[in-house]
């Protein structure tokens, strides 16, 4: 069958079952249920701390084909998903399925438990590196399930992905189970995305480096959803847990790209008092966050809030008082580490609070503009970050899906070409996020609206931005570089790609040798 | 145009395409790597033989190690590294 983007998908996919194919990216709200929780009593004389992550296996009755779940809050620092992985797999145990927010280069270990077959299922919302690559060669045995950081919140909610044993990897934890990530050797800041996982999961376990007296205050994470506590010599790498300071592009092409976007949201009328804003931490989009700050500096504009995963350059913005808030669900650097300890306005958001379609309103609900990266951009829109050009998964929606869909503005700022590849293209190799809720593409060339926003074409044709049509972009590109030859792929499913609402939007299939 | 010597020209930086021309005995022999070899690595053969053909270079083995560039850059840095060649 196929969807409404034209996309075909089959009808049922071994390992994931029916497949609901995406209709139109508000088609399926309405009244939903959440899932029922089952809970194992702790009594006053029962104690938590057990002596080691095989114990903690036994005491939560790991068995063949659970599902396991972890966040990556320590993104390519973390020992913390190998780690259990490792005792799993010495265990004898098989057929488990991961469920981790996001998956890294660090994470390679998991590629022989996926030849063994003590993993045969992976959920993730993104994924790079080694694993990445074994996914897309078609080793696992079911097709791994892409879902965006809003969705795998809907998801485990709902119940349709039910985690038994969640694993927190915890910067600072007590023996009773309260944790928080603001202290400790691999202290990483919000711990957004575990919390879905903690409330939801049948037993949860924490694995801290730094166990402390009772009460690990300020509480982000509390006891009475943490089944058992271990101790560990290390959870991370702090090296690779956060990035240093992120920089904004020295790149003059990026520099431009920047420029024209932030004159872009000046011509839309948003950036006035009030003002909220997202950006990624990748160079062009902050250098985004960089024209706006002086816009704003320079117009005396008194922003409301910024969100998302947060830099050190959104806390400046935030101390200079051009933001009241921020809303945090994953510290990018120890700035906004240290920034999310000490001032009470940098709020911590759950990864259902920050995008979940199928709540009382996300935080994504009340941006004004989103700043988007794209590998791909179709004449349509469509968008593709979940595959590079060659076919091969190299990354995942994450926030993508869930911020172009909540903002006002959603705009995808990008070079026209990256090395010999054209970006804005006929048909993406994946669709990661749907074009009815992508508005604008900024290129150093020229400039698309979306022609679903008549309103904002008419705005933007009073400036003296390049603006034309996606299909001119398109042209443009190929004149450079030529038209590239088709990718060939095999029927085998290799991931499905959720929507935020949890039907497909598309499938990876193998790339053919 | 006769090869006499080993030579080379270009950069391993993105958008460009490093070339290393030496002396062969039996014809030309192209050897190409590429990021992007699925898409592409068709077009940039031709334009290297087009290229060898145009400054009637009939023996020489080219090594290139493509990292992105467009057509007029791999031309150019052919051109280049035979001419250094010579």
Do not use: W
């Not at chain 1, 060669?137 to 039910?162: N, Q, V, W």
């Not at chain 1, 006891?223 to 560990?232: A, F, G, L, S």
């Not at chain 1, 709020?347 to 989103?370: E, F, I, T, W």
């Amino acid at each position: 069958m196929e969807n409404i983007l034209g996309r075909v998908l089959p009808e049922y996919i071994e390992g994931y079952g029916e497949v609901k194919p995406f209709s139109g990216a508000f088609n399926n709200l309405g009244i939903k249920s959440k899932k029922q929780v089952s809970v194992k009593c702790v009594a006053p004389s029962d104690v938590k701390l057990v002596e080691s992550i095989k114990e903690a296996l036994i005491k939560c009755e790991i068995k063949d084909g659970m599902t396991v779940s972890f966040h990556h809050h320590l993104r390519n620092g973390d020992y913390v998903l190998n780690m259990v992985m490792d005792e799993i797999a010495k265990m004898g145990i098989k057929d488990i399925r991961v469920a981790a927010s996001s998956i890294f280069p660090v994470h390679a270990p998991l590629v022989e438990h996926i030849k063994n077959g003590v993993v045969t299922g992976i959920y993730a919302n993104y994924m790079s590196g080694p694993v990445a690559e074994a996914v897309s060669r078609g080793l696992l045995k079911y097709p791994a399930i892409m879902h965006t950081h809003g969705g795998r919140a809907r998801a485990i909610e709902s119940g349709d992905l039910k985690i038994d044993i969640a694993f927190i990897a915890a910067p600072t934890c007590d023996e009773y189970g309260n944790i928080n990530g603001v202290y400790g050797p691999s202290a990483c800041g919000s711990l957004g995305y575990a919390i879905p996982d903690a409330m939801y999961a049948g037993r949860v376990v924490a694995i801290t480096d730094n166990l402390v007296a009772y009460p690990a205050c300020p509480i982000e994470i509390s006891q009475e959803y943490v089944d058992y506590i271990v101790k560990v010599d290390s959870i991370g790498d702090p090296k690779g847990i956060v990035s240093g300071t992120t920089k904004i592009t020295k790149d003059p092409v990026g520099l431009k790209i920047a420029k024209m976007a932030t004159e872009v949201i000046e011509a839309s009328g948003l950036l006035k008092d009030g003002f909220s804003f997202q950006t990624g931490a990748g160079g062009i989009s902050l250098a985004v966050a960089k024209y706006v700050r002086d816009v704003m500096k320079k117009n005396g504009i008194k922003g409301s809030f910024a969100a998302g995963g947060i830099t050190g350059y959104i806390v400046d913005m935030f101390e200079e008082g051009l933001f009241e808030a921020l809303f945090d669900v994953q510290c990018f650097d120890l700035k906004a580490v240290e920034s999310y300890r000490r001032n009470v306005a940098h709020q911590g958001m759950s990864a259902s609070l920050y995008g979940n379609p199928h709540n009382k309103g996300a935080v994504v609900n009340r941006l004004d503009v989103m700043i988007l990266g794209a590998t791909e951009i179709d004449v349509n829109f469509n968008v593709n970050v979940t595959t590079g050009s060659d076919g091969v998964i190299m990354g995942g929606s994450g926030g993508h899906s869930d911020t172009a869909a909540g903002s006002k503005l959603a705009i995808v700022v990008t070079k026209l070409l990256k090395g010999r590849l054209p970006i804005v293209v006929d048909k993406v190799t994946t669709v990661t996020t749907p074009g009815e809720t992508v508005d604008v593409i900024v290129t150093e060339r020229g400039i698309a609206v979306n022609p679903r926003r008549q309103d904002l074409l008419e705005k933007l044709k009073e400036t003296n931005l390049p603006i034309m049509t996606i299909e001119e972009l398109k042209k443009l590109a190929e004149n450079m570089v030529g038209t590239p030859e088709k990718i060939e792929f095999d029927d085998k499913v290799v991931a499905v790609v959720e929507y935020r609402d949890g039907t497909v939007i598309d499938v990876v299939r193998k790339v053919k040798e | 145009m006769k090869i006499n010597n080993p030579a080379k020209a270009g950069s391993l930086e993105s958008n460009d395409i490093f070339v290393m021309v030496f002396p062969n005995e039996n014809g030309n022999e192209i050897e190409l790597e590429s990021i992007v070899i699925k898409q592409f690595g068709k077009r940039i053969r031709e334009v290297i033989e087009e290229t060898l053909k145009e400054l009637n270079v009939e023996n020489a083995k080219i090594i290139a190690k493509d990292r992105g560039a467009l057509d007029y850059t791999i031309k150019a840095r052919v051109e280049t590294a035979i001419r250094r060649a010579m």
